[in-house]
């Protein structure tokens, strides 16, 4: 039962953990207010921004060879190691980007411009970044686009969606790991399964952007080519995106210095302060993990608070659908809609799409925000949301995206001010 609806933090523990953070239950300005957002912004460490601001503020070069150079030159080393235990991926090369999404373009054009194969494919939900990147090169090198239709019940693409649209001659395939707007995720182990006994070597690009801070990513478990995140997604700072590649994508021509080793991926000189950020960051779930001290090496903390992430969240997801015995959750409030909704939560990330019978998503979101409450609406206009939304045959939803960091209380905080929206605007 805990593994289908969770289990909470301990109210010592959430205490604990909401202090780590910044801007939890307040704004800078020291309103209170629930940041519930947190699928297009994100809490930050209050250890990543002092990691940052510390180690950018030093002037050195890290490519020289005094004391504070090899300082930063070991912070780089070791957030390199920590990226490595995020992803769990002993060889293959780190490629640190100033975006993500970058990245992601320049991961795409190296295996379409350089692996044989008439066709490459991707699934209708991805971010435009991805998205847009197997567009490009697929209409650039004449291959045939083939793209994975969502499943309109549950919100999520269905493995035999993709499944059935690889072949022989499949030179990519391209997905996102969790909906940004439903939160579902993808079956990645029984996905790359299914794909190899196909075509085992067909590249694979994953989207973890949206995933990462929801819930353990392997790539020993699911063997990818190319998968990434953006640490301000994860807890850290904007300004960078880290993508890992497998040894055999790393050494696909790319942009690279001539001088440089052929996996190495990064240009120019990297910020040591974004690898401070990724290394606070593994400290923190590695914290989580050793309050249950099953496992001692990094990586295997890291999982395991990874873990405890996860659980709290579908618990926080079970009562925000719903309810408790004290308020009734988003399935039972008159006048509300729980979107693409399906019981299975641990096929789900902690986001959740939803929209009210007599009041349209910018409105609801100003609704939420008179009563200190940030959401954000999905709409049709915007190029984030309308192909997702077409594909669902929606024209738009309210997103509400809590983390971990958040409470049962706020929760039901949220839940109050849901049923005072729809009883107003009833």
Known sequence: ???????????????EVKSKFLYVDEDLHGKSRLYFDNAGGSFRLKAAIEAFT??????????????????????QRRGTEDARAIFNAGDGS????????????????????????????????????????VTLYAQRLGKELRVAKSNRKTGAI?????????????????????????????????????????????????????????????????????????????????????????????????????????DFWDLGTSAPAQFAVITKIVD??????????????????????????ELHERALLNRML???PR????????????????????TRDLIVAMSFDNIEESKAV????????????????SLYSKRMLDSFGITGAVRVSPLHCNSAADIDRFLQVTSEIARERG
């Open 284 to 309: 923190y779930v590695c914290w989580l993990g050793k309050q249950q001290p099953t496992e001692t090496d990094r990586r295997s903390l890291f999982a395991q608070g990874m873990r405890r992430i």
């Open 54 to 75: 510390q180690i950018d503020a030093i002037p050195d070069n890290p490519e020289r060879i005094h004391e504070l150079a090899v300082l930063l030159q070991e912070v």
């Open 327 to 346: 308020i009734p959750g988003l399935r039972s409030i008159r006048g509300v809609n729980v979107l693409l909704d399906h019981d299975d939560l641990t």
């Open 94 to 133: 780190i490629f640190a980007s100033l975006s993500a999404s970058g990245a992601m373009f320049d991961m795409v054009r190296a295996i379409a411009e350089n692996v044989d194969g008439s066709n490459m494919v991707t699934t209708v939900l991805e971010h435009p970044s991805s998205f847009d990147a």
């Open 158 to 262: 269905d493995v035999e969606a993709i499944v059935e649209l690889v072949d022989a001659n499949t030179c990519v395939v391209s997905v996102m790991y969790a909906s940004n707007i439903t939160g579902a995720k993808i079956d990645l182990p029984e996905l790359v399964k299914q794909i190899r006994r196909v075509k085992p070597d067909v590249y694979m690009v994953v989207d973890a952007v949206q995933h990462a801070p929801h819930g353990v990513i392997d790539v020993q478990a699911a063997p990818v080519d190319c998968i990434n995140f953006a640490p301000y997604k994860f807890f850290g700072c904007r300004g960078s995106g880290i993508s890992w590649l497998s040894p055999r994508a790393s050494l696909l021509p790319h942009h690279k210095l001539a001088g440089k080793k052929a």
């Open 322 to 324: 719903n309810g408790s």
């Open 1 to 15: 039962m805990q593994s289908e609806t969770g289990q909470h933090f301990d109210e010592a523990l959430m205490t």
């Open 366 to 381: 100003r609704e939420y925000e008179r009563r200190g409450v940030i959401v954000y609406e999905r709409v049709a206009s």
